[in-house]
């Protein structure tokens, strides 16, 4: 269903002490037909799928009980909560623990002093893209620091759904036996959990204004959100708050979310609908395929009739941009100690396998330590990349350092980037590449303002280049990787190891952990082979 609050609630909820809220999550397999078309085995919480959203205040504590019944490992990511003193309760599988072996369970602790709109899914295998996610809303602790006043929320989340698992389609690419590429698969859009076809009614009320809060926690595709005949205005990107800004609709790649303002009639004389698209821009256009669209009831009057409005032509449409946006709370942009070159790259191996690659080597998860557990216990050595093996592309920063990361796409497809325990500024985006080979001239140059918008996941789109800048001060070990797990799978992702010194002082990992891995044959210390010093003997080879 779609869920509103009262504003009212809220701010009796922001206004209790902080307490603890206690969810548990039994994961296991449930078989679904969540398109309406296809019935397969998929990834639920409790026998349910789609996962109930999880609601909480600014300043409490999430308790996560976790009980693993698949029969592999498993692991939950809160994406965009930063995990301020406590990385190894991030998540990500080999990062930053090992994973929740079959039929054991793990308390996840997150004590969460954000708000905004996130969402937690699985971060081990790409579990993600079998059902294994939900929003995460936190409400403000503050309710009148928020850029706009509202009465009401609704909560859209957006999800494409395919036919096939990824360990099936990913199969197919790297496919050694067959040099061409797999025909490329179209996935529904689901809303709210279900077939986008069937969604239920956002009811409103004339001259209230509502809060929407829409997410994407698709895998590969993107959508575009609008209300014919209602104005946007957004105020939040990915947990942070921007300056009000009026669009007529939401553009939001995979992980990314949006806070809109709507403003309701002024009567309930006709009821509205809501259009929900579907989309990638990099796979081949296809009649009711590619796009995909769906539209739903905004509900003023039970039985009043429909107002159609023609929607603007998607080109007139003015669309979120987020190096437009400015943020709220006035951050100046950051002068950069250090840039990080990266690269979106798409290469393929000897034997016709398809890889991808965004620093130096294609990112293989770890295989005998956690990334995180090596950088707690080898010393002084933590602060040399080289111990945590190629495969996991590491870079190392310091504290304190404003990292400025450009990246460069050179080819045709679109990526949507995360990185683990920061927000970031949005700077700059300019051409690269041929776009020519596209049909495409090349793209302007767009910088950001005195005060550039931050965010947790940004999209590089076909031949340009993005730059983003973030201040090194969460001790950790964080991902950086691209938000489509085909693409993440294939290589796109990236290790910071974060003021090493200081997280051996300041942080400590729960033994629970630490036998976690022990009871799986995987190592709690040493490099990334498991080994002292720098002999990594019985890491794979890497890829070529």
């Given at each position: 269903?779609?869920?509103?609050?009262?504003?009212?609630?809220?701010?009796?909820?922001?206004?209790?002490?902080?307490?603890?809220?206690?969810?548990?999550?039994?994961?296991?397999?449930?078989?679904?037909?969540?398109?309406?078309?296809?019935?397969?085995?998929?990834?639920?919480?409790?026998?349910?799928?789609?996962?109930?959203?999880?609601?909480?205040?600014?300043?409490?504590?999430?308790?996560?009980?976790?009980?693993?019944?698949?029969?592999?490992?498993?692991?939950?990511?809160?994406?965009?909560?930063?995990?301020?003193?406590?990385?190894?309760?991030?998540?990500?599988?080999?990062?930053?623990?090992?994973?929740?072996?079959?039929?054991?369970?793990?308390?996840?602790?997150?004590?969460?002093?954000?708000?905004?709109?996130y969402w937690i899914h699985g971060h081990y295998n790409h579990q993600n893209s079998e059902g294994l996610r939900t929003p995460l809303i936190v409400y403000d602790?503050?309710?009148?620091?928020?850029?706009?006043?509202?009465?009401?929320?609704?909560?859209?989340?957006?999800?494409?759904?395919?036919?096939?698992?990824?360990?099936?389609?990913?199969?197919?690419?790297?496919?050694?036996?067959?040099?061409?590429?797999?025909?490329?698969?179209?996935?529904?859009?689901?809303?709210?959990?279900?077939?986008?076809?069937?969604?239920?009614?956002?009811?409103?009320?004339?001259?209230?204004?509502?809060?929407?809060?829409?997410?994407?926690?698709?895998?590969?595709?993107?959508?575009?959100?609008?209300?014919?005949?209602?104005?946007?205005?957004?105020?939040?990107?990915?947990?942070?708050?921007?300056?009000?800004?009026?669009?007529?609709?939401?553009?939001?790649?995979?992980?990314?979310?949006?806070?809109?303002?709507?403003?309701?009639?002024?009567?309930?004389?006709?009821?509205?609908?809501?259009?929900?698209?579907?989309?990638?821009?990099?796979?081949?256009?296809?009649?009711?395929?590619?796009?995909?669209?769906?539209?739903?009831?905004?509900?003023?009057?039970?039985?009043?009739?429909?107002?159609?409005?023609?929607?603007?032509?998607?080109?007139?449409?003015?669309?979120?941009?987020?190096?437009?946006?400015?943020?709220?709370?006035?951050?100046?942009?950051?002068?950069?100690?250090?840039?990080?070159?990266?690269?979106?790259?798409?290469?393929?191996?000897?034997?016709?396998?398809?890889?991808?690659?965004?620093?130096?080597?294609?990112?293989?998860?770890?295989?005998?330590?956690?990334?995180?557990?090596?950088?707690?216990?080898?010393?002084?050595?933590?602060?040399?990349?080289?111990?945590?093996?190629?495969?996991?592309?590491?870079?190392?920063?310091?504290?304190?350092?404003?990292?400025?990361?450009?990246?460069?796409?050179?080819?045709?497809?679109?990526?949507?980037?995360?990185?683990?325990?920061?927000?970031?500024?949005?700077?700059?985006?300019?051409?690269?590449?041929?776009?020519s080979l596209i049909g495409k001239p090349p793209a302007p140059v767009v910088r950001s303002g005195p005060y550039p918008m931050r965010r947790d996941t940004f999209?590089?789109?076909?031949?340009?280049?993005?730059?983003?800048?973030?201040?090194?001060?969460?001790?950790?070990?964080?991902?950086?990787?691209?938000?489509?797990?085909?693409?993440?799978?294939?290589?796109?992702?990236?290790?910071?190891?974060?003021?090493?010194?200081?997280?051996?002082?300041?942080?400590?990992?729960?033994?629970?952990?630490?036998?976690?891995?022990?009871?799986?044959?995987?190592?709690?210390?040493?490099?990334?082979?498991?080994?002292?010093?720098?002999?990594?003997?019985?890491?794979?080879?890497?890829?070529?």
């Amino acid at each position: 269903m779609l869920f509103s609050h009262c504003i009212a609630l809220l701010v009796c909820l922001a206004s209790c002490q902080a307490k603890r809220v206690v969810v548990d999550w039994n994961i296991g397999y449930v078989t679904a037909s969540r398109d309406g078309y296809v019935t397969r085995k998929s990834i639920g919480v409790n026998g349910k799928l789609p996962v109930p959203p999880v609601h909480i205040t600014q300043g409490d504590t999430l308790v996560l009980n976790v009980v693993n019944s698949l029969d592999q490992p498993t692991s939950v990511h809160a994406h965009g909560i930063f995990q301020r003193g406590t990385s190894y309760m991030d998540g990500a599988g080999m990062v930053t623990q090992c994973g929740i072996p079959p039929g054991a369970n793990f308390t996840y602790e997150y004590a969460i002093n954000q708000s905004g709109t996130y969402w937690i899914h699985g971060h081990y295998n790409h579990q993600n893209s079998e059902g294994l996610r939900t929003p995460l809303i936190v409400y403000d602790k503050d309710m009148d620091k928020l850029p706009m006043k509202y009465d009401e929320e609704a909560l859209i989340y957006l999800e494409d759904w395919y036919a096939a698992p990824l360990e099936e389609r990913t199969k197919e690419i790297w496919n050694p036996t067959d040099p061409t590429s797999p025909p490329p698969p179209y996935p529904s859009g689901l809303i709210n959990g279900i077939n986008g076809n069937v969604t239920q009614v956002v009811n409103m009320e004339p001259g209230k204004k509502y809060r929407f809060r829409v997410l994407n926690m698709g895998t590969e595709e993107w959508f575009k959100f609008s209300i014919p005949g209602h104005k946007m205005t957004v105020i939040e990107a990915d947990g942070e708050y921007s300056d009000p800004m009026t669009v007529d609709g939401l553009d939001i790649g995979p992980g990314q979310r949006y806070s809109a303002i709507v403003q309701a009639m002024d009567s309930a004389e006709y009821n509205y609908i809501f259009n929900a698209m579907l989309y990638s821009d990099f796979i081949p256009a296809a009649p009711g395929l590619n796009p995909r669209y769906y539209t739903g009831l905004i509900q003023y009057k039970a039985g009043a009739p429909i107002k159609l409005i023609e929607p603007k032509a998607d080109s007139k449409m003015e669309w979120t941009q987020d190096i437009k946006m400015q943020a709220y709370d006035r951050m100046p942009l950051l002068n950069v100690s250090r840039t990080v070159n990266t690269v979106a790259g798409l290469s393929l191996l000897s034997e016709n396998q398809a890889q991808m690659i965004l620093h130096q080597h294609p990112y293989m998860m770890p295989s005998k330590v956690p990334t995180l557990f090596s950088a707690m216990s080898m010393g002084e050595l933590a602060a040399d990349g080289a111990i945590y093996g190629p495969q996991t592309d590491a870079v190392v920063i310091n504290k304190g350092e404003v990292i400025e990361i450009l990246l460069t796409n050179e080819g045709p497809l679109y990526h949507t980037m995360h990185l683990h325990g920061h927000s970031f500024q949005v700077t700059e985006y300019g051409p690269a590449g041929n776009s020519s080979l596209i049909g495409k001239p090349p793209a302007p140059v767009v910088r950001s303002g005195p005060y550039p918008m931050r965010r947790d996941t940004f999209v590089v789109p076909a031949f340009q280049y993005a730059r983003i800048r973030f201040l090194a001060d969460n001790p950790g070990v964080w991902l950086f990787h691209c938000h489509m797990d085909i693409h993440f799978a294939l290589g796109m992702a990236m290790t910071f190891i974060e003021a090493p010194k200081e997280l051996q002082k300041t942080q400590h990992i729960p033994q629970t952990l630490k036998q976690m891995c022990l009871a799986q044959g995987l190592g709690a210390s040493g490099n990334g082979a498991g080994n002292q010093g720098l002999d990594l003997t019985g890491l794979p080879a890497l890829s070529e």
